[in-house]
């Protein structure tokens, strides 16, 4: 079986207008026992950008979209039972512009149902959702969070950007 347990994770998107996204998770990881956090720990630090290539370049294959990583960061913090592991990658093609609608997806991924866990897509100001998959826990607008068992698969999220004329007819 697994060599360990994801107690939690807490990841962070960042989208904007463009085909890029930023995606940032923090993992903590529990390990059956001392000697195999030290092996993980070797094989991660070693693999850690290959393994992430190598499964973005899988899911482009599965879903037919194209997904490219520019630029992947890792730190680790070894904490007595606890190994936490925070994650950067920062995703092109993730986003796709089609005409003036944004559609952020990445296929009907399953995800992790931990939870203690958190997953949050965080728009720009200016933004108006068409709409959301699958229910979030909480959509405040430019902060959509979905959390513990709300978590079912990677989320699609389609957006637009308001116009000067959206903003009048929402003040009138």
Do not use: C
């Amino acid at each position: 079986g697994p060599n360990f347990t994801v107690e939690y994770y807490n990841s962070d998107v960042l989208v904007g207008y463009t085909d890029v996204a930023t995606i940032t998770t923090l993992s903590g990881l529990k390990f059956k026992s001392e000697k195999k956090k030290e092996e993980y720990l070797t094989t991660y630090e070693q693999t850690s950008l290959e393994t992430f290539k190598k499964y973005f370049s899988e899911i482009s294959k599965d879903i037919g979209k194209k997904i490219e990583v520019l630029d992947f960061k890792s730190n680790i913090k070894n904490n007595a039972s606890i190994l936490e592991i925070t994650e950067t990658v920062v995703l092109k093609g993730i986003v796709q512009p089609k005409n003036d609608t944004y559609i952020f997806d990445m296929g009907q991924i399953r995800m992790n149902s931990v939870a203690n866990s958190t997953f949050k897509v965080h728009l720009p100001e200016d933004v108006r959702i068409e709409s959301v998959e699958p229910t979030p826990t909480k959509n405040l607008g430019t902060l959509i969070l979905w959390s513990g068992e709300d978590i079912k698969t990677f989320p699609r999220i389609v957006y637009k950007r308001l116009s000067l004329q959206d903003h009048q007819k929402e003040g009138e």
